[in-house]
């Protein structure tokens, strides 16, 4: 079962995004339900918000394409693995395979070009994250800071419907080291055009939320729920 983040979840995002910045008794309703929100004026302040975990549910098939790669190299690995060495420790699961040089490159490859058909295939937007998205848009400037290569971050949004909310993303092509350095966010900050203490971050991972931190945003950790693949 992936991530997928209910009403209540949604709830929470807002309500923690509202009481950070101490903004006022303006609401915002969400599926009939009402909580605090921001009331700010577009541009005056901006949310940049991961992507995957957070946006959309990729990580399962993203730990899939790796999974199917090392098991024809006769090498097995399980959702625990891909937590602790991948989403914990920043490391490719696919060091499991033991491969160096050219063959290292390859297996890359093939993952990757793995991950490219699985992401046409599978329906990964993260429930009502659309509808949230609809609501708070019009009150802050909105990007995106993912650690997505920009091919992966097109066909992943080619069928989300979650662009139109955003005014900008940053893919990892448009800065020189990945999170928990914070190369990424700082990138967004000049994106949005704001000082960074105008700028909210929504992470879901330590690493995220240490790379937002050492770019001297706020950040909400924001999980949608659930656990990967047994």
Not at 75 to 85: L, N, Q, R, T
Not at 106 to 126: K, N, V
Not at 182 to 207: H, K, M, Q, T
Request: proline content about 4%; aromatic content about 8%; hydrophobic content about 45%.
């Amino acid at each position: 079962v992936g991530r997928r983040a209910g009403p209540d979840g949604h709830l929470g995002l807002a309500a923690r995004v509202g009481a950070l910045w101490q903004t006022s008794n303006e609401t915002l309703r969400y599926r009939g339900r009402m909580t605090s929100a921001a009331t700010i004026a577009r541009h005056d302040r901006a949310i940049l918000w991961d992507n995957d975990g957070v946006l959309v549910d990729t990580e399962k098939v993203f730990f899939e394409a790796n999974r199917r790669e090392l098991a024809a190299l006769g090498v097995e690995a399980s959702w625990a693995d891909f937590e602790e060495i991948n989403l914990r420790g920043g490391v490719s699961l696919l060091t499991l395979s033991r491969l160096e040089g050219a063959e290292l490159r390859a297996l890359y490859a093939r993952r990757d070009a793995l991950y490219s058909e699985l992401l046409g295939t599978e329906e990964i937007t993260i429930a009502g994250m659309g509808d949230l998205l609809a609501r708070v848009a019009p009150r802050f400037r909105m990007g995106i800071v993912t650690s997505s290569h920009r091919e992966h971050f097109e066909i992943i949004h080619a069928r989300s419907g979650l662009l139109r909310h955003f005014a900008f993303y940053v893919v990892r092509e448009d800065y020189p080291l990945a999170k928990p350095h914070p190369d990424s966010y700082l990138a967004g900050i000049d994106r949005a055009g704001l000082p960074p203490e105008r700028c909210l971050a929504v992470e879901d991972s330590p690493r995220g939320v240490g790379a937002a931190v050492a770019a001297g945003l706020q950040v909400v950790s924001f999980a949608p729920g659930g656990a990967g693949p047994a």
